[in-house]
């Protein structure tokens, strides 16, 4: 019998969501200060946010 895991225990990293960003080309996964915003998070970075103008092709890198 597979034990449960308690509410306030958090999840496993793989049960997160995750997004591409569309300027590196990465996936990366929910976090936590995201978590009121998820749905407008569309860098992985701070650094990807200031690099936003120039897409990558992910094939290229």
């Known amino acids: 019998m597979a034990a449960q895991q308690p509410a306030n225990r958090p999840s ?4 997160r969501p995750t997004k591409i960003c569309p300027v590196c080309g990465r996936p990366f996964q929910w976090r936590r200060r ?28």
Do not use: L
């Open 34 to 61: 995201w978590s009121a915003v998820w749905e407008e998070v569309r860098y992985c970075s701070e650094r990807c946010r200031r690099r936003r103008g120039g897409t990558v092709d992910p094939a290229t890198r």
């Open 12 to 15: 496993r990293r793989g049960d």
